[in-house]
Each structure stands twice: as structure tokens, then as C-alpha cells.
């Protein structure tokens, strides 16, 4: 992991002034306090300031500004609600942060065709609102989709508690309108669920992370609501009962809407902080729901709480009803925010294996905790091997945050050695660049590399992102993820 | 290096605490009118901390403005997952504010500036200008300034003072309850009763009714006749020091008089009273105190609660709703038992749409920053409207000033009353000896 912290270098102002003819003098943020807080999202510990703040009004003018960033060499990093783990839109090289909060509409919701269309700056938990107000549902629900936008979404490629049972925002993605780093706009994808015409654009645009384009028009799939939903949680004595529940669950045929776990250390801070009556000693806690039919649903929250006793539950309870069913959630609700209270700086994780690994990863992680001095906890999806061990830590002190960088690359490569991916869905961004070699063979990086200067030869968009820093580089290359953290170390002092 | 006075700067635990997740950002008012990250929470704490590790200079205009723009409503403080506690890092930063912008001032300037803080630190002042206003009303010289035009002249917030402030009582409720009052039978607590200055000099039917409705359930009254203010409006304008005076005042009244709990009826202050510990948790004297007093600090429908307070046997033929108070729902996590008692007093209790958002009062910021108050305001009416309720309960007399002047003008006929307000008609409806 890298913490960049570059000088504050204010944009040209001749570039500032045509900036603000297309977007209105209001619109262009240069004062050093606006752009600090520009400077940073979600992602521990990563910081850097953007060289300006433009925000456009318009798809016309995002199309302009990138146009004009093209021409004049200056880069461009796009943000929504700046709610990103991986510090994807960290601006790197004192870039314009181009903000995309103002296009914030609903377009469009069809019910005939099972679509709607949104304007990039919409927040997710609005469109939510707005689809199941006709009955019907996206299911892609990030942690954050209170606050995060859709534009932000399919970047990243967000993913979210439903992704067993419903996927993630790759799935949903039908059309996008897109202003590509030349300036040009282009539209790809459609309605029609059947369309096999050349090479899917649309899919490559899905989880850039802001590399290959700006989206300005995002047409997403609709399915018709569940029109029911079955609440369950149960406490295990270990990990490995409640990981035999869900092999169970699975064997049975059942894919349940939510199939969350809280580790031990989790289970105990939610008690502490929130006492909503978990026992302490408890090894591990699963919350799972089943929707659909309520005759369907009903069935199978009963068979997922009779093979939870099976495997050894200690407790399994059913909610009756909807408040029932939200004070149960809880327990997986409060589970980041019980961890984060616990110290000042929490890191948190979310490599993904493979679901029948998922007790060996918890296991690793708990080794890794106890080496190298640290508090993590971990929590995450069950169902889908997604887990997020969260490291709790203090960033002022140098030698934690030094353990947290060793525990940090370890969970890393003990994910990629038990066959699963560095990111389930927060993206690989800064965070997690140094990594990204290790889990692809060098013709696939090359290839991604290529396509990424073919798209981009200026390197106008989120410059240096995704991939470690272009090795054609003059000076000593990076050997490995810590050497290339004491390289960026070495340049800032 | 930081940019920070070392005395009363912003927790650097507070700071870092602050994830950066942006669960705020939907909660705060003045994000939601400007979009820009520097007006949200994460934003301001940002700043707090680039001035904290010296990378931006306390002097910094746009971060005074910061300060000054935010509401203090805690609304992020609701939202927080990590349970940041902005509302003290406010104070602090604005207390650093402060002392930078005095420290460049004329000797006269400061105090002409401490004047207006000198009024709640005075007691007698206070009631003093009180009266001299409740004259000029009464006098039928409101009508002839009025008529004057003179009003319209002045900038909007100056000549909306007026209409503002409302109608102020001829006595003052310490005027008229004496400093012991025992119920009829039983006594189930020993209760001291704050009445606030504001409260006090313009809210004098609140605090009566207060007095009255626990008196009717079983509380003994301790009514100190001369009560200063809690500091609330000093650690808002970031002069902690003056608050912290007041505090240690306010711990001395109470202290030697046994009560169980000390009563408050206005979010505002009983917010900073339950602060009390926090504000005064470097002095040796008094942080101990702090912490005691601090446990007994309840707002009245907490108490309320507490003291299985009797239900009224008929309830109100009228449609009710309630707004949250900021100091009460996000200061105080007081939402539950506002609504308990609202629903005992009416069959018709309408959810009000985003009751917990603020109405602009925000103590003077509806004087200090006329148009965004008046934004919020708008917004809040809009929503009590659409509710169709008759009357709508406001815990707080701030915003009890402001909703009753949005609804004046849009000509509206809805009442805007304190719920205990309320309970006291409920029991004198009653008939029957009361209190």
C-alpha cells in the first residue's frame, strides 16, 4: 500500500480559464482549502491533492472539459461521491478532480422493457427507491449506497450483500453513454437482453475504474421486487460449523438472498458496542435471508435454520416481522461500524476466494492478526468467499503501520495462493496496484496495458491507477510491492 | 507543526477517527444546498485536520467560512459509524477561530463583541432587556415602528428580527414559581428545574407547564431563583472559556441541593449540559463534579419516561406531528419518548417526512446567515404542511422562533407548541384538581 502525498501544484491558469468559460467561473475550484477536500475518499490513509475541482453541469461539458484536458496534457480524475476503497479517485499528479454530482437525474425508468436510465451522479440508494416505488428492484446495494452515486458504481463494479443470489453491478450494466479521453462520446449496449454485435464495449467499461472513459449515461437492468423476504440469524461455537452450514445450504440447492458472517473478534465488538444480546464466546454468526414467493421464502429459511442446527448452532432465530427482521440485520449492520470505533485508523480489506476455502481463509487471517501484533477483524459475505478483514490500527504509529503493511501483503497473497482475487469489489485503484501482477500472467497485464494506451495515449484519465507505474520509467524499477513503496517513499523525502 | 492554539484545539483522536466514508454527506443540510465536499462534514473535518498537521493555515478565509457555515446540527453525528463526535471538534475549531480573530482586535472591539455574551452571563441584564423589549411591544411602539416603514429598509435579517422574536410574556416564569414546590401526595423524585435565559425572559408558559406537569406526577421542584445560562450559545460561538464558567455555575446551583435529576425543557441546553463533562474534563475541581452532574442531566420527556409519567384519559381531538429538535434527536439520541407522549395525546399522530432535519434556527444562524436559514426553513414547512396535522411539536425554543415564523408566513393556520405544552392543556382538560 502507498500513501501518495504530492506538492500542491495549482493547475495553469490560462487551462483554469477555459475551464471555467465551459463550466461558469463557479464551477472551478482552485482555492487550496476547496481542493484539500478534494484530496482523498473512503481509502485509509491516501491523500493527494488535485491540482483543481471542475464541475460540470452537463454531459456536453464533461465532453468539453475532457476535450480540453486532451489538448493540453493535464489529467483528469473523475469522483462521484468520493466513497471508493481503493483510492481510485485519489488524484495522482496534482490532476482536476472532474465531479460528477451535478448530473444527478433519473432518466428514465421503463417498465415494459425492465429498464432504467440515470445520469451518472445519481445516488444508488435513490434509484432504489425510486424503482421499488413500481415494484420494481436493482439489487446491486453497496455498503455505502446511501451516499455512493451509480456513475462511481459501475466503475468500481460494486458489488453488495445480494451478490450471491443477484450479482453485481456488471451484471445489471446494459448501455452507456460514455465521453471517452479524447473527448469523444459514445454510446454502447442497448435493451435488447439479446445482443451479440461485436465486441462488448460495455463490459470493458464496467469496473475501469475511471481509466477509460466518463459515463454520462448509465442504462441499468430491472427485476421485478421479491415479494417477500425471510430474516434468520444463528450463532456457531466455531468458523468451521458455520462454514459447514453454508456448504450445507448450498448442497441443499438453496442460493439465499444474504448469507452473511461476523468472525469472533467481529461478534465481539458489535456485543460491546451495540449489546443487542450476542454471546461473546461465540466462534462465528451467520445472518441469512430467502426471498421470492412468500410460500418459497418461508421454505427455505426453514431449511436453512434446521441445517444451521444440524451443524451445530447454538441459537438460530427466525424474525417474525419486518422490525424483527431489522433489529437481527443489525448484528451484520454494525459490524463495520463496531470495528472502526475500536481505533483511530481501520483498513479495510476485501480479497474473495473461492466459497469452499472461505474457514482456511478466516483461519490464515486469524494467524496473520496474532504475527504480526494486530487487531482484525473480519466479516463479509459467506455466500460469495467475499470477506473484509478489517485492520485496526493506529496511523501514527510507525511501527504498527509498518505490521499493518506486512498483514495487509500477506492476506493479500494467502487469498491468491487459495486460489481467489486480490479485490472482490472495491477495485484495485492505489490501493491495491502493486498487486495486480501477481495475480495476472504478464500477456494479460500487457494486453490490458495496451488497451488502456490505445484508449488513452495521453494518459489523460485517473493517471496512475490499476497498473504500477509504467516501467519504461527512467530510474531504479520496482521489484516488488515494498520496494516500490520505499521508491515512493524515497521521491517524497 | 500544527496551525492550532495548543489550548482547546480539535481532539486529534476526533480527527483521525474520521473515517472518510462519506456517511454524513447525505444527513447535512448545507452539503445538500452547495454539493460541495468542503460544506459536508468530511469535508470540514478535512480541513480541521489539514490546519491540525499545518498543511492549511487557521487563517485560511475559507476555512472561517466552514466553521460558520455549518449548522452544528449533528446530523452527521447520527450518521457516523465511527462515531465521530463533530459537534465538540465544531466548538473547538471555532474557539480557535476565535481567539486568532481577537487576539487582532482593539481593545474596544473585544469588548463590544462580549457585550452580546455579557447579556447571558448576567442574569439581571438579560431580564432587564426583556422587559424594556416586552415594554416596547405592549407599549403599542412595535405598531408605530412598524408603521414606520423603517423595517422594510433594513437588511433582511435585522428587519425579520421583529417579526422573529414573537410576542414575549408580561412576567417571566422565574417571577412566577417559587424555588420549592411539592406535589400533592407521594414524592417519586426531587427534581431541579433549569429555566434558561431565553427560556426564561420568552418562554415562560413552557416552563410553568413544565413545572405543573411534574408536579402532577410526583415531583418535588427545586427552582433556583437565580439561574444563569447553561453556556450553550458561548461553546457555539467557539468561547469555550465562557462556557465553562457558566458550567462550573450551573454544577454549584444544583450540587448542594439534592436532586435527583436536573430537568431541562430546551434541546439546546441540555445538549451542552450533558456536555458538561467534556467541557470541564481538564479541571481538577470541576471534572469530577462534571461527571456526576452529567448522569442526573435529563430532558424532560426522557424524565418524563422515567417517572412513568400518567397518560392523559382522553386524548386530543386534534392531528399532531412532531419535528426533532437537532440538540434533542442528534445531540441527545431523544427521539422515541417525544413520540410516545405525542401519540398520548392524540389518535391522530402523523410521521412527519425528515423530521430530523434541521430548520434553520441553528441558534442565531437564522440572524448570522439569513438566506440558508430561510432555505431550511422553506423545506421544513413545506414538510409540516404535508402532513395536514393541526399542530406540530417542537422541543426547543430556537426552533419553536423559527417554525412559528415560517408558518406565519405562509399564512398558516398550524400551531407549533412544546409536547409539554401540550400535556399540561391534556391534564387541564381534565377537569379536577391540577396540578
Known sequence: ?493 | MSGFHPQDAPEEDQLLNCMRCGMCLPTCPTFQLTGRERSSPRGRIALMKAVNDGELELESPLFAQEMSDCLGCMACVSACPAGVQYGGLLEAARDQLQRERESKLPWWRKRLESLAFLLFERPPLLKLIGKALMLYQRLGLEQMVRRTGILKRLPAPLGELQEMLGRLPVRFSSQNLPPILAPRGEVKATVGLVLGCVMDVMFAQENEATARVLLHNGCRLVVPPSQGCCGALHAHAGRLEGARVLARQMIDLFESSGVDYVVLNSAGCGNCMKDYAHLLHEDPVYGEKAQAFVGRVKDIHELLELIDYRKPTQRKALSLTYHDACHLAHGQGVRQSPRGLCAALSDDYRELAQADRCCGSAGTYNVTHFETSMELLEGKIDDILATGAQVVGVANPGCLLQIRYGLKRRGSSVAAEHPVVLLDEAYRDEGGVYP
Not at chain 1, 308 to 333: P, Y
Open chain 1, 1 to 493: 500500500m502507498i500513501e501518495p502525498k504530492e506538492p500542491l501544484m495549482p493547475v495553469a491558469s490560462v487551462i483554469l480559464d477555459r475551464m471555467r468559460s465551459i463550466v461558469g467561473p463557479s464551477n472551478v475550484l482552485s482555492d487550496p482549502a476547496e481542493r484539500l477536500s478534494y484530496s482523498y475518499d473512503a481509502t485509509a490513509m491516501m491523500k493527494s491533492t488535485p491540482g483543481a475541482v471542475v464541475i460540470p453541469q452537463s454531459a456536453e461539458q464533461i465532453a468539453q472539459v475532457v476535450t480540453l484536458a486532451n489538448e493540453s496534457g493535464v489529467p483528469l480524475v473523475t469522483r462521484g461521491s468520493g466513497t471508493g476503497l481503493s483510492g481510485g479517485s485519489v488524484p495522482l499528479q496534482s490532476s482536476i478532480v472532474l465531479s460528477t454530482l451535478r448530473l444527478n437525474r433519473i432518466l428514465e425508468i421503463d417498465e415494459e422493457n425492465l429498464t432504467a436510465t440515470v445520469e451518472p451522479g445519481v445516488i444508488t440508494a435513490n434509484l432504489h427507491q425510486a424503482v421499488e416505488a413500481r415494484g420494481l428492484f436493482y439489487p446491486p446495494d453497496p455498503g455505502s449506497m446511501k451516499v455512493c452515486t451509480l456513475g462511481g458504481n459501475v466503475a468500481e463494479n460494486a458489488g453488495g450483500l445480494r451478490g450471491l443470489k443477484y450479482g453485481v453491478t456488471r451484471d445489471y450494466v446494459m448501455g452507456l453513454e460514455v465521453v471517452l479521453p479524447n473527448g469523444q462520446v459514445m454510446w454502447t449496449g442497448g435493451k435488447c437482453p439479446k445482443d451479440v454485435a461485436g465486441y462488448d464495449l460495455r463490459q470493458i467499461l464496467v469496473g475501469s475504474e475511471g481509466t477509460l472513459g466518463i459515463f454520462t449515461k448509465i442504462l441499468v437492468k430491472l427485476v421485478p421486487k421479491p415479494q417477500s423476504k425471510k430474516t434468520l440469524l444463528a450463532i456457531f461455537p466455531t468458523m468451521e460449523s458455520a462454514a459447514a452450514t453454508v456448504a450445507a445450504i448450498i448442497a441443499e440447492k438453496i442460493i439465499p438472498a444474504t448469507l452473511e458472517f461476523l468472525d469472533q473478534t467481529t461478534v465481539e465488538c458489535v456485543e460491546g458496542f451495540a449489546g443487542i444480546g450476542l454471546p461473546t464466546d461465540a466462534g462465528a454468526v451467520l445472518l441469512m435471508e430467502s426471498d421470492g414467493h412468500p410460500a418459497q421464502a418461508a421454505e427455505q429459511a426453514e431449511t436453512m435454520a434446521r441445517l444451521a442446527r444440524e451443524q451445530g448452532a447454538r441459537e438460530v432465530q427466525v424474525a417474525r416481522d419486518e422490525s424483527e427482521a431489522v433489529k437481527l440485520a443489525s448484528a451484520r449492520r454494525m459490524a463495520f461500524p463496531a470495528l472502526a470505533r475500536m481505533r483511530p485508523t481501520t483498513v479495510l480489506e476485501d480479497v474473495s476466494v473461492p466459497r469452499s476455502r472461505l474457514v482456511r481463509m478466516v483461519t490464515r487471517v486469524g494467524q496473520i492478526a496474532k504475527k504480526h501484533n494486530l487487531m482484525i477483524g473480519t466479516f463479509g459475505h459467506a455466500g460469495d468467499g467475499n470477506l473484509h478483514p478489517t485492520i485496526l490500527m493506529d496511523e501514527r504509529d510507525p511501527d504498527e503501520v509498518r505490521r499493518m503493511h506486512l498483514a495487509f501483503e500477506e492476506i493479500v497473497e494467502t487469498a491468491l495462493e487459495l486460489g481467489g482475487t486480490l479485490t472482490g469489489e472495491h477495485g484495485v485503484g492505489l490501493l491495491k496496484r502493486d498487486f495486480l501482477e501477481k495475480y495476472f500472467p504478464t500477456t494479460a497485464i500487457d494486453m490490458m496495458r495496451k488497451f488502456r494506451a490505445s484508449m488513452d495515449p495521453n494518459g489523460i484519465l485517473n493517471p496512475g491507477k490499476m497498473f504500477q507505474p509504467a516501467p519504461r520509467r527512467e530510474g531504479e524499477l520496482p521489484r516488488s510491492a515494498e520496494h516500490s513503496l520505499s521508491i515512493l517513499e524515497g521521491l517524497r523525502s
